[in-house]
C-alpha cells in the first residue's frame, strides 16, 4: 500500500508541476498511438465492412484468420518488424528502425485487426438490416459501405477507443523496435518498464497512473463525442 500511496503521491506531484520530462514522453505516447490508430482505421474499417457486405469463396477463412490475428504476440510483431527495418532488412535503407515511425508501424499491425474484426461484427448486423433497402436502391458496394460506416459510426468509435487502448498500453513491440531512447522514442509504457527494473517503484506507479487517466480522458471524450449518453444509448 505504501507504493500505491507514493504513486499517487508522485503522479500528482509530476502532472502539478509540470514535470517537462512527463510531458514530453506523454505528449509522444499520444503522437505515436494516435497516428498509429489513424492509419488502421483507414484499413480496418472499410475492410470490416467490406467483409460484411461482399461474399467470396474463401470468406470465411478470411474471417476466421482476421480473427486469428487479434492474438498476435506484440513482441512477435516487434521482432518482425525489426526484421524488416534492419540494415540487413529489405526496408534497412530507410534508416527507420529506433524511431517513432518504427513504433507506429508495428502499432498499426498490431491493432488493425481488432479494429478489422470488430467493424466486422457490427456492421453485419448493420448489413442484416439494410441489406434489402441497399440492394432495392441498386446502390455500389462502394455506396453500401459507405452508407453502413456513416450509419454505424457509434460502433466504429468503440472499435476505434479499443484499437487505441491497445496501442497506448503496448510495451513489448514498441521496446524492440523504437528502444526507448530518451528524448527521442521513449513513451508512457517503456518509461514505465526501465522505472521499474531501476526499482523506482514510486515514479511507474506514478507513471501508471498518467497512463490509466490518459485511457479514462479518451473514453470519456469518445463518449460525448458519439453523444450515447444524451441519446439514452449509454
Known sequence: ?????????????????????????????????????????????????????RRFRFRRATIAVLNAMMGLPPVVVGLIVYLLLSRSGPFGVLGLLFTPTAMIIAQVIIITPLIASITHQAMRELWAEYHDLLISLNTSKGQRIATLIRDGRRNLLTAALAGFGRAIGEVGAIMIVGGNIDHATRVLTTAIALETGKGDFALALGLGFVLISLALLVNLAIHTLSRTERDGRW
Open 1 to 53: 500500500m505504501e507504493d500505491i500511496w507514493a504513486g499517487l503521491s508522485a503522479a500528482f506531484q509530476l502532472i502539478g508541476t509540470g514535470d517537462p520530462d512527463l510531458i514530453e514522453i506523454t505528449l509522444r505516447s499520444i503522437q505515436v498511438s494516435f497516428s498509429a490508430l489513424v492509419i488502421a482505421c483507414l484499413i480496418a474499417l472499410p475492410l470490416g465492412t467490406w467483409l460484411a457486405v
